[in-house]
């Protein structure tokens, strides 16, 4: 069975840099992308990036400036890092695995709160 | 296009069909994919592709789509299907970018 385990810190302060790492447990890492998404309180679904086990990246075009994307293939994890934070950052923060033939997410972790506030 | 519109929110009577739908111009050429959301829980995929389920997925789920429209039909819904929908799919602009719906609040009376 996959598993995405995710960390992070939960409370940061405005301007800094928030930071967020899933590890997968199971399957291949290599077949699949891998992608943050983030839901504000109360909001809808939000894609943030994704990457492949290469390297290669995609950001949402409304967070491109301030996000970065990485992979450890010898971990078999992947993070996020946002710069810049505001309260408009506030969310929870998922990590998913992306179907690579079809735009789907199908194991998702179970996401970390994260509040910006000074 | 940038976008995919779902309803706000859609009822149903228990044990009765409904169908939740997701409209944007990128659904003419690719497939919606649909997750259903539980209060302070993460999404699960339920419909991808054509009309695939993944394993564990109730088969009164299921997936259609007609030009710019893709629709979630839940068949004989039941009370543990009340939730959040969300469509998402890629975008047209070739950047290989994901978009979102903004979510269909089910209700089954």
């Known amino acids: 069975q996959v598993q995405l385990q995710q960390w992070g810190a939960g409370l940061l302060k405005p301007s800094e840099t928030l930071s967020l790492t899933c590890a997968v447990f199971?399957?291949?890492?290599?077949?699949?992308?891998w992608t943050w998404i983030r839901q504000s309180p109360g909001k809808g679904l939000e894609w943030i990036g994704k990457?492949?086990?290469?390297?290669?990246?995609n950001y949402n075009p409304s967070l491109k400036s301030r996000v970065t994307i990485s992979v450890d293939t010898s971990k078999n994890q992947f993070s996020l890092n946002l710069t810049s934070v505001t309260a408009a950052d506030t969310a929870v923060y998922y990590c998913?695995?992306?179907?690579?033939?079809?735009?789907?997410?199908?194991?998702w972790g179970h996401g970390t709160l994260v509040t910006v506030s000074s | 296009s940038s976008e995919l519109t779902q309803d706000p929110a859609v009822s149903v009577a228990l044990g009765q069909t409904v169908r939740i739908s997701c409209q944007g111009d990128?659904?003419?050429?690719?497939?919606a994919s649909w997750y259903q959301q539980k209060p302070g829980q993460a999404p699960v995929l339920v419909i991808y592709?054509?009309?695939n389920r993944p394993s564990g997925i109730p088969d009164r789920f299921s997936g259609s789509s007609s030009g710019n429209t893709a629709s979630l039909t839940v068949t004989g819904a039941q009370a543990e299907d009340e939730a959040d929908y969300y469509c998402?799919?890629?975008?047209?602009?070739?950047?290989?970018?994901?978009?979102f719906g903004g979510g269909t609040k089910l209700t089954v009376l």
């Open positions: 990457i492949n086990h290469s390297g290669s990246s």
């Open positions: 592709g054509k009309n």
């Open positions: 998402n799919s890629r975008d047209t602009s070739g950047n290989h970018l994901v978009l």
């Open positions: 199971g399957g291949s890492f290599s077949d699949y992308s």
């Open positions: 990128s659904l003419r050429n690719f497939y």
């Open positions: 998913a695995r992306g179907l690579t033939v079809v735009i789907a997410f199908d194991f």
